[in-house]
């Protein structure tokens, strides 16, 4: 059975021009950069190059990239690297639909003396900006606000957000993991001081990613030992995953545009299909203001979880807006924050796309669909009642 792959918000497929351009950095080409000879020596020309595309797909200064673990690492640091390098201030503003990586971060600060403010968001799934402005204050160390939310796709208005809180002086991070690669960014002349991004995302392998830090922003030294990143993330680089990260982002600068008209002409055919075949169900996030590749749908009645062993028989993969923990089912925190019934977030599917979908792709699952949402109706000790 083919996989139908639509879960890209989860991780990608790693490009094969990616692939290609690390194979030999194991076997081959396996020294350390911060060698004297020539045989170490030479890869740090590559790292250097990979920096430079890094930074060109997001038009900053490639000194101004610190290459880390994933999204996950490029978030703690920046929160943390900004606190620390600003002990007297002990304020921090998010919001309730960031993933995890931003989030318990946020709330494991509030046992350390911290107050943290978590922005609320409407049905939508947007931000009030004059919620954030009310919160903004001297004691406000650190903003930081998702560029693109997982879930739903929901893109905030980061620019106009960014100069908000810079008019107030305070530092910007945003996590920008699911939007590089998916929509165009430009750092030039941005308020945004911090942005984290994470290669598996764009095509790159796991475990390599970016922290984009603004040139004069104060933060303190993450991970400590070496001089490695100027001193701002030691620890030997993960060769072959820097490299292959900047290859995704010279792939992504180059393609973005076309990809972008092509996913969301699939994305769309996807979404109006499915919503006009199921009955009761429903589009959750700003539609006008989505990354490309993102749809997400709630069906009334029915679990997240059987929708998705059911689409999985048919070799289709997606994700659900719920996840079972310690035997229960929880709706996901970004669809709760948007106010959407406990009985249609149970109930949501994710789907995410990529340059690799195809057309019979879509066809497949908006014909497999409605098939499998009225089979679990029929099961469903809700519907008619
Ligand atoms: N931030 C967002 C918005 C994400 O979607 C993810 C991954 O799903 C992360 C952070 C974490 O990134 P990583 O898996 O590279 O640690």
Redesign the pocket.
């Known amino acids: 059975m083919k996989t139908i792959y639509l879960d890209n918000?989860?991780t990608t497929k790693v490009a094969e021009e990616v692939f290609e351009e690390i194979k030999p950095f194991f076997c081959e080409h396996y020294g350390n950069p911060s060698s004297m000879h020539t045989f170490g020596g030479q890869i740090g020309h590559k790292i250097r190059e990979a920096r430079e595309k890094v930074a060109e797909l997001l038009g900053c200064e490639p000194s101004e990239i610190v290459f880390t673990s994933?999204?996950?690492?490029s978030?703690n640091t920046a929160i943390k690297a900004v606190l620390s390098a600003a002990p007297a201030k002990r304020k921090v503003i998010t919001t309730r639909v960031e993933?995890p990586?931003v989030l318990t971060v946020c709330r494991e600060l509030e046992n350390h003396g911290y107050s943290v403010v978590e922005l609320s968001v409407d049905k939508q799934g947007q931000l009030d900006i004059s919620e954030l402005e009310e919160n903004l204050d001297d004691d406000t160390a650190l903003v930081t606000i998702?560029y693109a939310n997982?879930e739903t796709g929901v893109i905030f208005p980061i620019e106009r957000i960014a100069e908000l809180v810079k008019s107030r002086g305070i530092v910007f991070h945003t996590?920008a993991?699911?939007a590089v690669g998916k929509i165009p960014l430009n750092l030039s002349g941005s308020h945004i001081d911090l942005l984290?991004l994470?290669g598996?995302?764009l095509h790159g392998p796991k475990g390599a990613?970016a922290l984009y830090v603004k040139k004069g922003t104060r933060i303190s030294p993450f991970i400590l030992g070496g001089h490695q990143e100027a001193g701002r993330r030691a620890g030997t680089e993960n060769v072959p995953g820097i490299i292959g990260l900047g290859k995704a982002c010279e792939l992504a600068a180059k393609n973005i545009e076309q990809e972008n008209q092509r996913v969301k002409y699939l994305r769309d055919k996807l979404e109006s299909a499915i919503l006009e075949t199921c009955p009761d169900s429903m589009l959750n996030g700003d539609k006008n203001n989505r990354l490309p590749n993102t749809t997400n749908i709630s069906f009334e009645y029915i679990e997240g979880e059987a929708i998705l062993l059911m689409l999985d028989k048919f070799g289709i993969c997606a994700s659900s807006g719920s996840a079972c923990t310690s035997g229960s089912l929880e709706p996901s925190h970004v669809l709760r924050a948007m106010g959407v019934p406990f009985t249609a977030a149970h109930g949501s599917i994710r789907f995410s796309l990529s340059r690799y979908n195809t057309e019979e792709e879509v066809d497949y699952t908006t014909q497999k669909t409605p098939e499998i949402i009225n089979k679990l109706r029929k099961l469903s000790p809700f519907v008619g009642k």
């Open positions: 918000n989860a994933g999204g996950t690492e978030d993933h990586a998702m997982n996590d993991v699911q984290s994470s598996h995302k990613g």
